[in-house]
């Protein structure tokens, strides 16, 4: 049974830190790479960043040097580090594979980035 649970969200001023956790099955965790997308209110849900198995990464061209993806493949999470958070960045936060999704999407956690 797939799962994806996403945490960590929540309210932060411009320029504030947040750290994302995405707990995945370890069925599809251990040999796929990972990634992080995001949907904002009245836009499709964007890729934000990417990791392989081996720990390879991509970043949308908005977020690179501001987040950092990472893995823990013990623990089969990934992580999301967003540093100098901008008001553009609220969006609802997902994880899933990368770069192909699967049908399955978990709850998401909020990211609201305001003064």
């Known amino acids: 049974q797939v799962q994806l649970v996403e945490s960590g969200g929540g309210l932060v001023q411009p320029g504030g830190s947040l750290r994302l956790s995405c707990a995945a099955s370890?069925?599809?965790?251990?040999?796929?790479?990972m990634g992080w997308y995001r949907q904002a209110p009245g836009k499709q849900r964007e890729l934000v960043a990417g990791i392989t198995s081996r720990g390879f990464t991509n970043y949308a061209d908005s977020v690179k040097g501001r987040f950092t993806i990472s893995r823990d493949n013990a623990k089969n999470t990934v992580y999301l580090q967003m540093n100098s958070l901008k008001p553009e960045d609220t969006a609802v936060y997902y994880c899933?594979?990368?770069?192909?999704?699967?049908?399955?999407w978990g709850q998401g956690t909020q990211v609201t980035v305001s003064s």
């Open positions: 899933n594979l990368f770069p192909r999704t699967i049908e399955y």
């Open positions: 370890g069925s599809i965790f251990s040999i796929n790479a």
